[in-house]
C-alpha cells in the first residue's frame, strides 16, 4: 500500500503563523431570510460576500404547491443541489430527473438546469454556486416580481436576469 498520487493544493490563502478564531454558526432554528408567498422559505447559510466570494451556499425549503425554474444556464457560476428530504425534479438537460434524500447534482457552467419540487410532498435542499454570485439579489428580486403593482418592462426583466446571470430557454 502506498499513498495516492499528489494533487498540488490551490496557493496559500492565509499566511499568518497561526491559526485564528473565525468560525461562524446559523443555528438550525433561524428564522429563513427570506418567505415566498407560495411558501417557499430560503436559508441563506453562506454568501459570495460572507466567503470571500468562494461560494454561496443557500437551503431552499418548498412549500406545499410546485414551483421551481424552468431550463435555463448561467454562464459564470456552476450550480450544484444535494437533496435534503423528500424528492426534487431536476432538469438535466435532457429531461427532469427525480433526486431524493441523498442525492447530489452538480451542474458546470452552462450545463442546462432546473428544478421543481413534487406538488404536496415536503422537500429541501441545498443549493451551491461556485463561485460565491451575489444569489441573494436575484432570490429577492424574484419576491420583487411578485408583489402587487410591480410590473417590470420586458427590458427590465431581461436586464434583471442578465445582471444575475440567469439565460433562460
Not at 417557499?40 to 468562494?54: E, H, N
Request: net charge negative; charged share 20%.
Amino acid at each position: 500500500m502506498s499513498f495516492p498520487p499528489y494533487q498540488p493544493y490551490p496557493a496559500d490563502r492565509y499566511d499568518a503563523p497561526d491559526g485564528e478564531v473565525s468560525a461562524t454558526l446559523r443555528r438550525a432554528t433561524a428564522e429563513p431570510d427570506l418567505v415566498y408567498p407560495n411558501g417557499v422559505k430560503v436559508d441563506y447559510l453562506a454568501t459570495g460576500a460572507s466567503t470571500d466570494g468562494d461560494y454561496g451556499l443557500y437551503r431552499w425549503t418548498f412549500g406545499p404547491e410546485e414551483t421551481g425554474p424552468g431550463p435555463h444556464f448561467h454562464r459564470a457560476v456552476s450550480e450544484s443541489f444535494f437533496v435534503l428530504t423528500g424528492q426534487v425534479r431536476i432538469y438535466n438537460g435532457e429531461e427532469w430527473i427525480t433526486a431524493g434524500s441523498g442525492d447530489f447534482v452538480h451542474v458546470p457552467p452552462g450545463g442546462l438546469h432546473g428544478f421543481r419540487n413534487v406538488p404536496d410532498e415536503p422537500a429541501s435542499m441545498l443549493l451551491h454556486f461556485t463561485p460565491g454570485a451575489p444569489r441573494e439579489g436575484y432570490f429577492e428580486g424574484l419576491l420583487a416580481l411578485r408583489e402587487p403593482g410591480f410590473e417590470p418592462t420586458e427590458e427590465e426583466l431581461a436586464e434583471f436576469y442578465l445582471r444575475h446571470d440567469n439565460y433562460w430557454l
